[in-house]
């Protein structure tokens, strides 16, 4: 269950363990190396100090004063005459002397230098200083460095190190669990939210999580869910409000075709009857029309198909058609066109644009008031306008209203009807025309919808 985080923090865990024992190996070495340079300096530097002393002023006093020098635990002095015989031994053991012995012996004249330098192994090391006061007054100082000191050095840093490795690989340890747990909760978390999203529960509410990919991830995840819960609020509406959006006019038509069918009903009044009849099953067309259009948006099989055609008789059958409600509401319908022009899209869809924005403008208006179409070119874009002085939109809805099954206060369209599609299939075919759609509106005065194709 926790495989990336644990893969990550393992991954973090590996890298630190590696560079850190590399580190540490590193720095072993160099101190150590440092050290025992410096140890070498040391003894060639007191080596050839006694050696200058003695070329100066060579006597048995200096030489007893050289051993005198160097009687300590840690350093001796051994200085031989031109047989190789001891002259001088500040208290080097008999038995290492006869160790060394052969190999003073055996060596030639030359410069100070380190004889034995194996400070692991040996009890010394031993740096060389060659003098030479007159033909037989010759011979060597031998310095003797007990490596006690180093050794006893090496094991604390040993001991040091361990410690401090020790120490280091708790501490990551600490921050493995700390990282794996870190990483892990959230995704748990939104792992369990994205499964009651599976099962339709969208109240899912996850932490913030910072700015980094999990709290964007995590907020994605919210806004997912929230989308969905107010997809399903939505639905669940549109649903009520198409049933009773078809339960109405089917309450008109059952009612009204039994009433047209009694005997005895006079010719003028059966027609009434029907043409309510017509009427309310237009409404019904209309309503399963924007539907049918609505489901088809979804599935993206909307076309048009563009052609050019004249603005002035298209314009004027619009009007013609939508005249009679206009009428009905006392409402004055006005078209504006400076000069016939023609204009590049689908007539039919285009014409559905103007209806839908038209019977809005009739549906939100009040009786005895105007509504201008307006249409002009400009480019090679053509301009429609459908300007109102209806109710107006608050201006905090005008984003929402082209989105599907978005309707203005519930109220509202309770009285005014309308189930929240118009306006999001025409900004769906102006969309697909590859054209714009704006709207401005003012609460109480009116509103002007303007698309540019
Ligand atoms: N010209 C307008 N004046 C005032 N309000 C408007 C106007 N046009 C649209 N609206 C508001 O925008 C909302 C969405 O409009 P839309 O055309 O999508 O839906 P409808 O008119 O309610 O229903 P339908 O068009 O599907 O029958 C409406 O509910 C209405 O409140
Ligand atoms: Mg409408």
Known sequence: MNKVSIKLATCFFIVVLVMECFLMVYLHRKIIHTRVEEEFSLLLSNGANHRDVLVENYSDTTIKHIVLMEMNEEREVVITD???NIIGNSGIDSNLLEVYNPLIKDLEEGKDRILISDWENSPYIVSIHPYKVSEIEVGYVVMFQSTNSLNQMVSYLNVHFAIAGVTSFVVLLLIYAVLSKVITRPLIRMKEAT????????NVS???????????????????????????????????????????????????????????????????????????????????KNLLDLARMDE??????????????????????VAPSFELKNIKLNLKTNENFTIFADSIRLGQIIVNLLDNALKYSKENTEVLLEAYKKGDKTVVKVIDSGIGIPSEELDFIFEKLYR?????????????IGLAVVKELVEAHGGTINVESNLGIGSTFTIII
């Not at 009694?262 to 009434?272: F, M, S, T």
């Not at 519930?410 to 005014?416: D, E, L």
């Open 82 to 84: 031109n047989r190789g």
């Open 195 to 202: 499964e009651k999203l599976s099962k339709g529960e969208f």
């Open 206 to 288: 996850l932490p913030k999580l910072g700015k980094d990919e999990l709290g964007e991830l995590s907020f994605s995840i919210q806004k997912l869910a929230n989308d969905l819960e107010r997809l399903k609020k939505d639905r669940n509406e549109f649903l009520a409000s198409v049933s009773h959006e078809l339960s109405t006019p089917l309450t008109y038509l059952i009612g009204y075709s039994n009433v047209a069918m009694r005997d005895g009903l006079g010719d003028e009044e059966r027609k009434q009857y029907l043409e309510i009849i017509g009427e309310e099953s237009n409404k019904m067309k209309e309503l399963v």
């Open 300 to 321: 993206n099989s909307f076309t048009v198909t563009k052609t050019n055609f004249e603005s002035q008789p298209f314009l004027e059958d619009i009007c013609k058609l």
């Open 408 to 420: 203005v206060e519930k109220s509202r369209s309770r009285v005014y009807g309308g189930s929240g």
